[in-house]
């Protein structure tokens, strides 16, 4: 089975630290993705990538960075976190199908 | 804008009839169209994919493309109280890979009651 874990499931930070969310999939997959998830506007696309050292911008990336030095692992990491980027993330990988793989989610408040 | 647009819900139907859940897409050029589950604090799963206009039956589920009409459904035959989630509708232009490119519905909540 396709596994994709990311690190944290819940976060509690306060407005301006810096917040690290890592995702690691075991299914050798080229594409990986990072999404927020919030009531009554669905799935965004922040950031993903095709490949190691690769990023492109998804939907809403302002305020987000990207790191992917190794295929396995791709991070997702907040600046300077505002109250506006309380969110549930989820990170998922694919397969040239397009199906999603997804971990099971972070769930990050801002205070 | 491309949209993808569902009733959020919530649908209601008794264990054992059938579900039906309904999905409009904006965007003529869309070319894989699938059908994700997620359960109440869960992520997302893949539970069907249609890519040709008809009917794609998996078990109890069929998944339908009308691309004429720009509507997709997903019915659910035998409802079992364990299918209680929300269903998103997810709409794509690639026709493979291109998961970049996918764009979701804001889902349809599902209710399964005895």
């Known amino acids: 089975d396709v596994k994709v874990t990311q690190s944290s499931r819940y976060l509690v930070k306060r407005t301006g630290e810096k917040v690290f969310l890592e995702c690691v999939q075991d299914m050798d997959h080229e594409n990986m993705f990072w999404y927020r998830q919030d009531p009554g506007l669905g799935l965004r696309l922040i950031y993903f990538s095709y490949d190691v050292k690769m990023k492109e911008k998804g939907d809403i990336p302002e305020g987000y960075s990207v790191s992917r030095e190794k295929k396995e692992r791709f991070s997702l990491i907040l600046e300077s976190a505002s109250t506006n980027q309380t969110s549930m993330y989820l990170c998922a990988s694919s397969l040239e199908t397009g199906e999603l793989f997804f971990g099971e989610g972070s769930r990050l408040t801002v205070l | 804008q491309k949209e993808v647009e569902q009733n959020s819900g919530p649908l209601s139907v008794p264990e054992g009839a059938i579900a039906s859940l309904n999905c409009t897409y904006s965007?003529?050029?869309?070319?894989?169209f699938f059908w994700y589950r997620q359960f109440s604090g869960k992520s997302p799963e893949l539970i069907m994919s249609i890519y040709s206009n008809g009917d794609k039956e998996d078990g109890r589920f069929t998944a339908q493309l009308n691309r004429a009409s720009q509507y997709i459904s997903l019915l659910i035959r035998d409802s079992k109280l364990s299918d209680s989630a929300t269903y998103l509708c997810?709409?794509?232009?690639?026709?493979?890979?291109?998961?970049?490119?996918?764009?979701f519905g804001t889902g349809t909540q599902l209710k399964v009651e005895l």
């Open positions: 965007d003529r050029g869309s070319q894989s």
């Open positions: 997810v709409v794509t232009p690639i026709l493979t890979g291109g998961g970049n490119k996918l764009t």
